[in-house]
């Protein structure tokens, strides 16, 4: 009996507590959510950002994306292509190739996206992968016109092509840069996924610089990350910032991720596009390389953390005649500085292909410098 005399007394207290711990709360959910309201109607901010504010930059967003949209929307194109039937024997080749014998009813159909850029000469920016080995191309602007398309040029190495359709009075878009942009500004990614045509998503910049390795092993570089959503058929679409400009050009994605969509910076796909109207063919040096991290700059005998590892020379490539070997750091061609993976890639597109320039290595410490007569980017077997 003592022993259920002291427990009832403690139990009523912590029941008494509960009650009014429970009473204490609810006084204080009403506090916060009733007296927000009753503040806004006395014309008091409830926040540290007035409501005004709030409103006025959601509008201006608003209008910014659908004024983007409208911009640059009439300027981005259906792309449709075919191929050649797939032949999956050597007698079927043989028989196709030499015969004239047909092994396959019909060709490949395939689609993609692309960016008028010059309306009067008719220029249109895709993706390499879009048009590689196409028979034929048929391009189909917004306005319904459906142009025949023949190709300028490519590099499997950057992903860009340039296209020419009959030009005089389409629409063409406004290239921007990406340089400047902050990470988390906000892009448009617009394009033809799965055939839709000139459909729009809208996300952040995720991150710049990001390399990732193609199907066919080639390794991107400078690709700028979104969370836009991107699907088969965005390629070669147009990345877009909101002010109307082209930031990037749409690639790639993952297709186990989410939110991970991959895009070419316009930045290089000017230097790309410029090369390849003028000339037809990019140059080539023929390596695969990365940036250094900071525990490897001892090991190889740097001065500084500056210049980029070559881990794969292309035997029998431009880099491989001149003596270039995997290890060495390159760290200047020609007369532009490397300071890293993406300056590599600047200075190789700043010159044509055929041409002859010096190149500094550091190999185990010791800084040579080595003649490099850059080739044109093959069209298979590339690095």
């Not at 395939?110 to 992968?129: F, M, P, R, W």
């Not at 902050?182 to 990001?210: C, H, L, M, Q, Y």
């Not at 991720?257 to 040096?285: C, H, N, Y």
Request: with cysteine.
């Amino acid at each position: 009996m003592r022993c259920k005399g002291g427990v009832l007394p403690v139990a009523l207290a912590a029941l008494v507590g509960v009650v009014v711990g429970a009473a204490l709360l609810w006084v204080a959910i009403q506090r916060e959510f009733i007296s927000e309201p009753r503040a806004a109607a006395a014309g008091r901010p409830t926040s540290s950002v007035p409501d005004r504010a709030l409103r006025a930059v959601s509008r201006e967003s608003q209008d910014a994306i659908t004024a983007a949209i409208a911009r640059v929307g009439p300027a981005v194109v259906n792309i449709n292509t075919l191929f050649r039937p797939r032949v999956r024997h050597p007698i079927d080749r043989m028989l196709r190739d030499f015969m004239g014998v047909p092994v396959e009813p019909f060709p490949r159909a395939g689609q993609g996206s692309g960016i008028i850029i010059d309306g009067e000469g008719g220029y249109v920016l895709t993706n390499a992968h879009v048009v590689k080995g196409a028979q034929q191309i048929q391009v189909s602007l917004a306005d319904r016109r459906r142009l025949e398309a023949k190709v300028v040029g490519l590099d499997p190495l950057s992903e860009i092509a340039v296209l020419q359709v009959p030009g005089g009075d389409l629409p063409e878009a406004s290239l921007g840069s990406a340089e400047a942009l902050p990470i988390g500004s906000w892009v448009i990614a617009i394009g033809n996924p799965f055939g839709f045509e000139n459909s729009v998503t809208v996300g952040v910049i995720s991150a710049r610089d990001r390399q990732i390795e193609s199907p066919n092993g080639v390794v991107l570089q400078d690709l700028l990350q979104t969370d836009a959503s991107i699907n088969p058929g965005n390629s070669g679409g147009a990345l877009v910032d909101l002010n109307g400009n082209v930031v990037g050009v749409p690639t790639a994605i993952i297709p186990y991720a989410q939110g991970m969509g991959f895009a070419v910076s316009i930045d290089v796909a000017k230097q790309v596009v410029e090369r390849l109207i003028a000339t037809g063919e990019m140059p080539w040096l023929g390596v695969s390389h990365r940036n250094l991290m900071p525990r490897e700059v001892d090991a190889l005998g740097l001065a500084e953390a500056r210049g980029t590892l070559v881990l794969r020379v292309v035997p029998g490539g431009p880099a491989y005649r001149a003596g270039i070997r995997p290890g060495d750091v390159i760290t200047q061609l020609g007369e532009e500085r490397v300071a890293d993976a993406k300056a590599l890639g600047n200075a190789v597109r700043a010159h044509d292909a055929g041409v002859t320039v010096s190149a500094k290595v550091v190999r185990e410490g010791r800084e040579m410098t080595l003649s490099v007569t850059l080739g044109a980017v093959p069209s298979e077997g590339f690095a």
